[in-house]
């Protein structure tokens, strides 16, 4: 299964008729260039959970950062990380207890 088709059932499995009216999924983009990704994990299975913030930086076209803070998983990337930022949420939807932040 896709990255995309998977954050597509998380989403749709976290709509009740009250959670998507206050919470959600934006996808956006930063003027450095690059991509944004803000998930509000409020009243999910992962509400709680706290990740240090990390920016990963190997050059200006490489680079990433992420953290999740006040129920809000946030991630930013070079252009062509967005895929990879995605792969993050999942990783850590699926095993929040075991997850760790990337080294890459």
């Not at 989403?11 to 450095?32: A, F, L, M, P, R």
């Not at 959970?49 to 991630?75: C, H, Q, T």
Request: proline share 5%; aromatic share 14%; net charge negative.
């Amino acid at each position: 299964m896709s990255v995309l088709n998977w954050i597509q059932d998380w989403y749709s499995s976290q709509c009740d008729g009250h959670w998507e009216h206050t919470y959600g999924v934006t996808i956006g983009t930063t003027d450095n260039p690059g991509w944004s990704i803000s998930i509000d994990i409020s009243n999910t299975e992962l509400e709680g959970m706290e990740v240090p913030y990390r920016l990963i930086e190997k050059s200006d076209e490489n680079w990433f950062g992420l953290k999740v803070e006040n129920n809000l998983f946030r991630a930013f990337g070079d252009p062509s990380k967005l895929e990879f930022l995605l792969l993050e949420f999942k990783r850590m939807a699926e095993d929040p207890n075991g997850y760790s932040l990337p080294m890459v």
